[in-house]
Nanobody, 115 residues
Framework: QVQLVESGGGLAQAGGSLRLSCAASVNIASINFMGWYRQAPGKQRDLVARITSGGSAVYADSVKGRFTISRDNAKNTVYLQMNSLKPEDTAVYYC?????????WGQGTQVTVSS
């Protein structure tokens, strides 16, 4: 079982920055895929970014060049640095980790971007 706790969400102005953190209850060095999804009101949950244990990252087209995902295996934490925020980035952001069989989710953290 993997427990994930997100932090760092909040209110930002358009053009501003936030950094989300996702702290895991286990050693993440052996977890290949970790990342972030987001879900806006009335919309489906969409992938924002994911990162492999080797550090390879994939991003949604909507956040490329603005968001950066990283992981610190020593701290068992994954980060999402969000720059040049836009009102359309407003959503609940969920961290996830792929175990061998199950996908584990955090509880989510709200990000609200005002125009």
């Amino acid at each position: 079982q993997v427990q994930l706790v997100e932090s760092g969400g909040g209110l930002a102005q358009a053009g501003g920055s936030l950094r989300l953190s996702c702290a895991a209850s286990v050693n993440i060095a052996s977890i290949n895929f970790m990342g972030w999804y987001r879900q806006a009101p009335g919309k489906q949950r969409d992938l924002v970014a994911r990162i492999t244990s080797g550090g390879s990252a994939v991003y949604a087209d909507s956040v490329k060049g603005r968001f950066t995902i990283s992981r610190d295996n020593a701290k068992n934490t994954v980060y999402l640095q969000m720059n040049s925020l836009k009102p359309e980035d407003t959503a609940v952001y969920y961290c996830y980790a792929d175990g061998r069989v199950l996908r584990f989710w955090g509880q989510g953290t709200q990000v609200t971007v005002s125009s």
